[in-house]
Nanobody, 115 residues
Framework: QVQLVESGGGLVQPGGSLRLSCAASGVYFSTSTLDWYRQTPGKERELVATITTTGSTKYADSVKGRFSISKDNAKKTVSLQMNSLKPEDTAVYYC?????????WGQGTQVTVSS
């Protein structure tokens, strides 16, 4: 049974930082592509960052230079370091694991950027 558990969300002031983590179990983690998405009410889920099996990364233009995705294959975790946070980064953040055409989603963690 695949399980993805996100953690690290919360309330932070503009300009602050948060680190999200997603712990995976029941999936071949090292051969999976890993994504972080976010969603706000009434909007489609947005791809924020991706890290491939080789460690290549890709970011949405809105977070380039501020967010950093990383993974630890041994611990089966993918993280999203978020710096210089803005109010528009407020959303529920989800991790996704893609492996041989199958996708698995976490339950989401709320990030609120507000003074």
């Amino acid at each position: 049974q695949v399980q993805l558990v996100e953690s690290g969300g919360g309330l932070v002031q503009p300009g602050g930082s948060l680190r999200l983590s997603c712990a995976a179990s029941g999936v071949y983690f090292s051969t999976s592509t890993l994504d972080w998405y976010r969603q706000t009410p009434g909007k489609e889920r947005e791809l924020v960052a991706t890290i491939t099996t080789t460690g290549s990364t890709k970011y949405a233009d809105s977070v380039k230079g501020r967010f950093s995705i990383s993974k630890d294959n041994a611990k089966k975790t993918v993280s999203l370091q978020m710096n210089s946070l803005k109010p528009e980064d407020t959303a529920v953040y989800y991790c996704k694991v893609r492996n041989v055409g199958i996708e698995y989603w976490g339950q989401g963690t709320q990030v609120t950027v507000s003074s």
